[in-house]
T-cell receptor
């Protein structure tokens, strides 16, 4: 089955700096890669996703890149703000047109310091 | 749009009792719902996949007789933890999926914290 690794497990940055979180996946058939933000005591929220037919996607301060050959994808957050502090999870799935299972990474706890 | 609710948000029960958790898609029809369990400082682990009107598919190691899942309608799925024990204490999260632009994204509920005394 799919295996997703995520690094780093914790990340501290100064407000205004950039944060990068990296994930690798094992199943070359995976074609959908969402990123979730989870605040304490809450469910995960989708913040951005990318499909295997594109290499990069950007939404304001958040961007995701995908390297299918190397089987890794990364989340980039620019101009970090204190409210970006949370746990971030990457995930991978094989989308075949019907609902598909997500395999999650182990999570990255991001702390943005004032 | 794409809002998923869970009820209750937290529950405390005695060992040996059963607890039911509801998951509802509020503004869309969810053909598939997923149930996850998350222990403190860990990732989400899929427990089962539930399709409306059919039996749930459980992940390896998850006891189907202990974690009963019912998906009777396109907007409601329930998870019942039977004969709960302290080791079942966890954060239970559901997600719902609907067809959108050919890709089935999952929208997550806010979670239910179960504490078994």
């Amino acid at each position: 089955g799919e295996n997703v690794e995520q690094h780093p497990s914790t990340l501290s940055v100064q407000e205004g700096d950039s944060a990068v979180i990296k994930c690798t996946y094992s199943d070359s058939a995976s074609n959908y890669f969402p990123w979730y933000k989870q605040e304490l005591g809450k469910g995960p929220q989708l913040i951005i996703d990318i499909r295997s037919n594109v290499g990069e996607k950007k939404d304001q301060r958040i961007a995701v890149t995908l390297n299918k050959t190397a089987k890794h994808f990364s989340l980039h957050i620019t101009e970090t703000q204190p409210e970006d502090s949370a746990v971030y999870f990457c995930a991978a799935a094989i989308n075949t047109g019907t609902a598909s299972k997500l395999t999650f990474g182990t999570g990255t706890r991001l702390q943005v310091m004032l | 749009g794409a809002v998923v609710s869970q009820h209750p948000s937290r529950v405390i029960c005695k060992s040996g009792t059963s607890v039911k958790i509801e998951c509802r898609s509020l503004d869309f029809q969810a053909t598939t719902m997923f149930w996850y369990r998350q222990f403190p400082k860990q990732s989400l682990m899929l427990m089962a996949t539930s399709n409306e009107g059919s039996k749930a598919t459980y992940e390896q190691g998850v006891e189907k007789d202990k974690f009963l899942i019912n998906h009777a309608s396109l907007t409601l799925s329930t998870l019942t933890v039977t004969s709960a024990h302290p080791e079942d204490s966890s954060f239970y999260i559901c997600s719902a999926s609907h067809r959108g632009q050919g890709v089935n994204e999952q929208f997550f509920g806010p979670g239910t914290r179960l504490t078994v005394l």
